[in-house]
C-alpha cells in the first residue's frame, strides 16, 4: 500500500536540488528545434499548496524554495529554477510549488510530449486534473517503471527520463537500477536522472555499486547535504544520479551546489558532492 504524500514535502531542500537539476537538463533540450519527450515515472500529483495543512505540518519548504525567493543574488542555474516557481505562482507571493511534471509541462513546446505516471488513485485523480487540458500528454494510473519500459524508444529519439520514487519499499533501489539497464538497451542516448534519499548511507552506496555493475557509461552524481550522516531516521541529503547529462551540467551544478549548501545547510553544516562516477 503507498502511503507517501509528497504535499508533506513539496520545496523542501531534496525539490530544490532535483528540480535545479530537471530545469537545467530541459533548458539544454530546449535549445535545439527538434521535439523531445519528457518521461516523469513517479509523477505525484504536480501541484501542492503551501498554505495546506500537510505543507504547513512541517514546513520543510521554509528551508528549500522559500530560502531562494525574491533573492537577487543567485547563481544562474538556481534562478532558472526559481524563475519556473515564480512563473507558476503567475509573479505572485510564493503559495504554490510546481512538482516536476508542472515544471516540465511549463517549459515543454508545443511539439515536445509527456507521459507521467502515478499509482497511487488519489494522487492520479489530482495529477488527472492538472493535466488533463496539456497537450501532447499522457498521463497514466500505472506502475510508471513498468510504464517506462514499455514506451521505449520514444519517436523523437531525444528525451530526458526523471525517476523519483518514495522508496517506500526496499526493493525499490533495485527496481530503478533494472529499469534504468532495460531502458538504456532500447534508448541509450536519452537522459536519465534518478533521484534517491539519503537515509542510511549504505543504502546509497550499495545503489551506486549497484549503477556501476550494470556497465552503463556516462554517469554524474550531485548530491545536497543540509546536515551530516547520519543513521538515526530521516532524511539528511539526497541525490541525483544522472547518466547521458547534457555537457554543460557539472559547470551548472559547481555553480549551484555550494551555494544551495550553504544556504540551506542547518548551522552551517550542509555539504555537497559532484562527482563522476563513469566517463563517457
Ligand atoms: C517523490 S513523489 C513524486 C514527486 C514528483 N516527481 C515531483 O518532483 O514533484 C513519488 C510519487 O510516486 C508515486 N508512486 C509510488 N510508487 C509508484 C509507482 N510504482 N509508479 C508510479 N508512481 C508511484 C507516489 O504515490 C508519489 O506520488
Keep these: 500500500m503507498l502511503s507517501y504524500r509528497h504535499s508533506f514535502h513539496a520545496g523542501n531542500f531534496a525539490d530544490v536540488l532535483k528540480h535545479t537539476i530537471m530545469v537545467a537538463i530541459l533548458n539544454h533540450l530546449l535549445k535545439k528545434d527538434k521535439p523531445f519527450c ?48 515564480v512563473a507558476f505562482n503567475g509573479k505572485k507571493s510564493l503559495t504554490v510549488y510546481p512538482g516536476s511534471p508542472s515544471i516540465a509541462g511549463q517549459m515543454k513546446r508545443q511539439n515536445d510530449r509527456m507521459f507521467l505516471f502515478e499509482l497511487h488513485p488519489n494522487e492520479f485523480i489530482n495529477m488527472r486534473a492538472n493535466f488533463c487540458d496539456v497537450r501532447q500528454t499522457k498521463i497514466d494510473n500505472t506502475d510508471g517503471l513498468a510504464g517506462l519500459i514499455a514506451n521505449m524508444p520514444p519517436k523523437e529519439r531525444r528525451g530526458f527520463v526523471l525517476i523519483d520514487p518514495s522508496y517506500e519499499n526496499q526493493s525499490d533501489y533495485q527496481s530503478v537500477v533494472d529499469t534504468i539497464q532495460k531502458s538504456i538497451k532500447r534508448f541509450a542516448t536519452g537522459t536519465y536522472a534518478l533521484w534517491y534519499p539519503v537515509v542510511y548511507r549504505r543504502t546509497i552506496k550499495n545503489l551506486q555499486r549497484n549503477i556501476l555493475k550494470t556497465g552503463i557509461r556516462n554517469i554524474q552524481l550531485f548530491e545536497l547535504g543540509v546536515g551530516a550522516d547520519s543513521d538515526e531516521v530521516g532524511m539528511t541529503s539526497s541525490g541525483m544520479i544522472v547518466i547521458n547529462p547534457p555537457w554543460t551540467l557539472k559547470n551548472e551544478m559547481q555553480l549551484a551546489l555550494p551555494f544551495l549548501s550553504k544556504q540551506l545547510g542547518v548551522n552551517g553544516k550542509g555539504f555537497y558532492r559532484i562527482e563522476t562516477l563513469v566517463a563517457q
Excluded at 498554505?51 to 522559500?66: D, P, R, T, V
Design 38 to 85: 519528457y518521461f516523469d515515472t513517479h509523477s505525484g500529483c504536480g501541484a501542492y499548496s503551501l498554505h495546506s495543512s500537510e505543507a504547513l505540518k512541517i514546513k520543510e519548504f521554509e528551508n528549500g524554495i522559500m530560502q531562494l525567493w525574491e533573492r537577487s543574488d543567485l547563481p544562474l542555474p538556481i534562478q532558472n529554477y526559481v524563475d519556473q516557481v
